[in-house]
């Protein structure tokens, strides 16, 4: 369930009613057309980040859903400037429902099911991706998806931009700590998308900048961000 936030926490400066509800410093890509896979669109994001992402965040409800889903979105860039979501391995016909999830590069500009998750559920706690009518649970360290009911190992509560298990609010969905690696089909393609493991771990400030999420729906692009040159 959403919770209100510490009043004494720091809220990142709310968003403008830009194009499709974005910041246009996080997705300059969308807006820059063929330059897209330039430099210029990761060192604005990059300063954007620097100078106005939070060390903290009140708690806030889920969006409102823009295409019916949206993106499980770390809130920092970490390694990958095109960000990490919450991802099942395998891409379209591939995708492996039964392994343990993982972040991925947003898959902005090219199928996405796998990476969509359902905002009203997220709403109640649930974090369901509507694709596959599951939800996210846990199993020991890791993050699995089942089939959607009253567990506890299922219920989570959005606190300051953390996704915390209901069931133990001192267990924070949390990126890993290794370096993201490419993945096995972006070293087959211009894409290079990257990868990283994704668990369930102690909230802390050793891992904060790991363990803040936002929810977003996917840009409107007919073609991927690729990666800096």
């Not at 896979?37 to 620097?50: E, K, Q, R």
């Not at 060390?55 to 889903?69: I, K, L, S, T, V």
């Not at 133990?168 to 393609?189: A, F, M």
């Amino acid at each position: 369930m959403i919770r209100e936030g510490q009043k004494n926490f720091r809220a990142p400066r709310p968003k403008r009613a830009w194009a499709e509800g974005h910041c246009p410093f996080f997705h300059f890509p969308h807006l820059l057309g063929p330059m897209a896979g330039g430099v210029l669109p990761y060192a604005a994001a990059a300063l954007w980040a620097y100078l106005f992402l939070p060390f903290g965040a009140r708690a806030q409800a889920a969006p409102a859903a823009q295409g019916g889903a949206v993106f499980l979105k770390a809130f920092y860039a970490l390694d990958e400037p095109r960000f990490l979501c919450v991802d099942i391995p395998g891409h379209h016909s591939r995708v492996n429902v039964a392994a343990a999830l993982v972040v991925h590069t947003c898959k902005e500009g090219i199928w996405n099911l796998d990476e969509r998750f359902d905002p009203s559920a997220i709403s109640t706690g649930r974090l369901r991706m509507p694709e596959y009518g599951l939800c996210v649970s846990v199993g020991g360290a890791r993050l699995f998806l089942r089939e959607c009911g009253g567990s506890a190992l299922q219920t989570w509560e959005y606190i300051n931009f953390r996704l915390r298990l209901k069931r133990h609010l001192d267990k924070c969905l949390t990126i890993g700590p290794e370096p993201s690696r490419v993945t096995r089909g972006g070293r087959k393609n211009a894409s290079r998308n990257m990868a990283r493991s994704l668990i369930l771990s102690a909230c802390s400030d050793e891992a904060f900048e790991r363990q803040l999420w936002r929810m977003e729906p996917p840009l409107k692009r007919s073609s991927p961000i690729l990666p800096l040159k």
